[in-house]
């Protein structure tokens, strides 16, 4: 009997230009979220990243990735619209941030009061959202997961290889430690 070893899988789409990043592009360490805003495991996840970018600001560079599960969260792609169109205006990372604390509020009328709150163009983010200019990104991010094993959300990449550990902060720290260059 041969035994086999198992070897998680790996991030199929570079980080890029493309991504929304959080974090110094040089940090030794990659961590690729790919979530869905209307996803309570996401959502739980979502203080502990924080805590972990807190914790470690130089040392972490940090992508989200969207990968809405519309099946089971209805409004997980009209929460990853809003966060593209805010992104197209300067602002993703704090729509991101405003999806996650408000997670059931994502209703269209509620992410349009937090595009206005944020101090968005109202008129581009009514007209963004209602024409689904960001629709096409959004596809390219959930495919580029499919292609990379991600099957449920969150799924973290850390240094492009999928991290099957949980997401606690001592699990993600000690991937991150694991994962960091000597």
Not at 66 to 80: K, R
Not at 111 to 120: E, F
Request: proline share 8%; with cysteine; net charge negative.
């Amino acid at each position: 009997m041969t035994s086999r070893s198992y070897h998680p899988p790996k991030l199929v789409l570079p980080v890029g230009p493309r991504d929304h990043i959080r974090g110094p592009k040089d940090a030794p360490v990659t961590i690729v979220e790919y979530g869905d805003y209307q996803c309570p495991y996401c959502g739980e996840a979502h203080p502990i990243v924080k805590s972990l970018l807190d914790l470690e600001p130089n040392a972490i560079r940090f992508v989200f990735r969207n990968f809405p599960i519309t099946s089971i969260h209805p409004l997980a792609e009209t929460a990853a619209e809003a966060a593209e169109a805010a992104g197209a205006q300067g602002k993703f990372w704090e729509m991101h941030d405003w999806i996650y604390e408000h997670q059931r509020r994502i209703a269209p009328d509620d992410l349009a009061a937090a595009a206005a709150k944020l101090g968005l163009d109202a008129e581009r983010f009514a007209a963004e959202m209602a024409s689904h200019a960001h629709e096409k990104r959004i596809r390219e991010d959930f495919m580029s997961g499919v292609r990379s094993g991600v099957n449920g959300t969150p799924t973290f990449f850390i240094n492009g290889v999928r991290h099957d550990g949980g997401y606690q902060l001592e699990d993600l720290l000690a991937a991150i430690e694991q994962a960091s260059p000597v």
